[in-house]
Nanobody, 112 residues
Framework: QVQLVESGGGLVQPGGSLRLSCVASGSMFRIYAMGWYRQAPGKRRELVATISSAGSTNYADSVKGRFTISRDNDKQSVYLQMNSLKPEDTAVYYC??????WGQGTQVTVSS
């Protein structure tokens, strides 16, 4: 049984930074791609960033140059470093593992 647990969300001012973490249970982490998605109120869930098992990354255009996804296979964790945050980044952020496994989400609010 795969479980994903996110942490690191919170309230931050525009221009600030946050680092999200996601810890995975199970034995397949190191061979699966991982991703971060987000869903703002009244909007569809959207891709933020993905990272393959080999470490190749992909980003939504809206976060390129500001967000960085990384993974630590020994800790079975994936991270999302978010810099230069904007109010439009406000959303619930979800960790996802290849195979359609999802975490419970962590709220990120960017507001002054």
């Amino acid at each position: 049984q795969v479980q994903l647990v996110e942490s690191g969300g919170g309230l931050v001012q525009p221009g600030g930074s946050l680092r999200l973490s996601c810890v995975a249970s199970g034995s397949m982490f190191r061979i699966y791609a991982m991703g971060w998605y987000r869903q703002a109120p009244g909007k569809r869930r959207e891709l933020v960033a993905t990272i393959s098992s080999a470490g190749s990354t992909n980003y939504a255009d809206s976060v390129k140059g500001r967000f960085t996804i990384s993974r630590d296979n020994d800790k079975q964790s994936v991270y999302l470093q978010m810099n230069s945050l904007k109010p439009e980044d406000t959303a619930v952020y979800y960790c996802q593992m290849q195979g359609n496994y999802w975490g419970q989400g962590t709220q990120v609010t960017v507001s002054s």
